[in-house]
């Protein structure tokens, strides 16, 4: 078979012929359709992922959309220690997929459940997120972070905060469910003091930047709060800004902030994959939308550092 191979942390993925997988058992060889090219992919690919073992080759690719030997279509997370979805087949645990209804599109599929799940996930799964609270999407001009405004206000978000850096995606967030809007560029204090400003009492921060933004944004949200008993969950999904920070201690009991993280490891895999049905419904019917680009598998390492347009994820297309 073909598939995406990368033998170089240092460089992109070739397409290349690759063993077809063998399945053990409780694995099922399924021919894929479509792979997201995800920044969780990225960080794989390049060996940074907390996830890394450092092994190569490896074929990247953390999920997608593919057809059982049966015909029927799935949407699959791939096992930990299974090789990539970036292929024309690879191995699938069937407790990791969920079924696709006639309709769905394998390429809005494989685009936009990876970037939703972090947030459908985090919001029902990691917080007890309630209809009327409101949240901070910090990050919010990514793919993921618009995917997050939508599904705030889908989940009954009655404000959604939504913080970022590009002007021309925060123009859309409006039109996604924002109700406040906060440019993070130019100068990181006064971006963090605009940020405590509009989401001084916000119940639930969903971060995609950590690093530096979200040091400084934590006092600046605390310092303004009403009540500052009042909990604020700090949900850490992405690290788009870098993977640190420095938080003074008297942060922690000046305020009732309770900070924790939503990814692989601090979720189940079960729990992770029983939220997905729900979510594939709310794609297939339109309630939340995403842009994809799909290409040819063939054009991976050309396409893996090519520019996009704002908003549009790459999907690898493996099979008709």
Do not use: K
């Amino acid at each position: 078979m073909h598939a995406a191979v990368v033998r170089s942390f240092d460089r992109p993925p070739r397409y290349e012929e690759f063993a077809t997988p063998d399945p053990a058992e409780g694995q099922v060889l399924v021919e894929v359709l479509a792979a997201g090219l995800h920044p969780r992919v990225r960080s794989g690919a390049n060996g940074t992922h907390y996830t890394s073992d450092g092994h190569l080759p490896l074929v990247p690719g953390v999920d997608g959309v593919g057809r059982l030997p049966d015909g029927r279509r799935v949407y699959f997370v791939a096992d930990d220690d299974a090789p990539g979805t970036m292929a024309e087949r690879t191995l699938l645990d069937p407790r990791r997929a969920v079924p696709l209804p006639p309709d769905a599109d394998p390429v809005i599929v494989a685009a936009a459940m990876n970037p939703a799940m972090s947030s459908w996930v985090a919001l029902r799964r990691r917080v007890s997120f309630q209809p009327g609270q409101s949240v901070l999407v910090l990050g919010a001009t990514g793919n993921a972070g618009q995917m997050a405004v939508q599904i705030a206000r889908h989940l009954g978000a009655a404000d959604v905060v939504a913080a970022g850096r590009d002007p021309r995606r925060l123009d859309l967030l409006p039109g996604l469910g924002a109700t406040r809007v906060v440019s993070l560029a130019g100068d990181p204090d006064l971006a963090a003091e605009r940020v405590g400003e509009a989401a001084a009492d916000v119940d639930v921060v969903i971060d995609y930047t950590w690093g530096h933004p979200t040091q400084l944004a934590i006092p600046a949200v605390l310092s303004r709060r009403t009540e500052r008993s009042a909990p604020l969950d700090w949900i850490q999904i992405g690290s788009m800004a870098g993977p640190d920070i420095t938080l003074p201690s008297f942060v922690l009991r000046a305020a009732n902030l309770r900070i924790m993280g939503s990814g692989q490891g601090s979720l189940t895999a079960a729990g992770i994959v029983a939220e997905l049905p729900s979510l594939v419904r709310e794609l297939t019917a339109g309630t939340l939308t995403a842009a994809a680009l799909p290409l040819p598998l063939s054009q991976v390492e050309q396409a893996w550092t090519a520019p996009t347009e704002p908003g549009s994820r790459v999907v690898f297309t493996t099979s008709a």
